[in-house]
């Protein structure tokens, strides 16, 4: 798959959810309030992602000392953060409604996604620089 087309999506995708998280951040914790209460969900959710990630690391498993590296980086995080969620799914529901009820919860995770997403992003669009 073409480095350049997944670090726009993934680049894109970041910059989208996390100005989400961070501007609608009572809509974001009542979807995910909604999504956590719902166990049957919540797995579906799971293996959803997981599928993406096995692809991802699949298709992009690129170990060089170059800004590329990132998605590779990002698609093993991603796939071992879900198989964590497969094998632990009462504990990752239960850690994550309490992470919910802290009000500056998502600022932090939203503001590092961000700012992946930019990386990515610039990357794409400035190549040269």
């Known amino acids: 798959m073409n480095t350049i087309f ?5 680049g ?6 996390s100005a989400f998280i961070l501007l609608r951040a009572d809509q974001f914790k009542a979807v995910a ?13 799971t293996l959803f992602t997981y599928i993406i990630a096995l692809l991802l690391v699949l ?6 000392n170059h800004w590329t590296v990132a998605i590779t980086i990002f ?3 991603l796939l071992l953060t879900t198989l964590f969620r497969l094998f632990n799914l ?3 529901i239960k850690k ?16 590092i996604f961000f700012i992946f997403g930019l ?9 040269n620089v």
């Open 12 to 17: 894109w995708y970041s910059i989208i959810l």
């Open 119 to 127: 990386y990515l992003l610039f990357h794409v669009y400035y190549p």
């Open 6 to 10: 997944l670090a726009t999506a993934i």
């Open 59 to 64: 298709s992009h498993n690129i170990w060089v």
């Open 90 to 92: 009462d504990f990752v």
């Open 33 to 45: 309030t909604d999504i956590l209460g719902n166990r049957g969900l919540f797995f579906t959710f």
């Open 96 to 111: 994550g409604k309490s992470a919910l009820k802290n009000p500056n919860a998502l600022k932090v995770p939203g503001i």
């Open 75 to 77: 698609s093993w995080v």
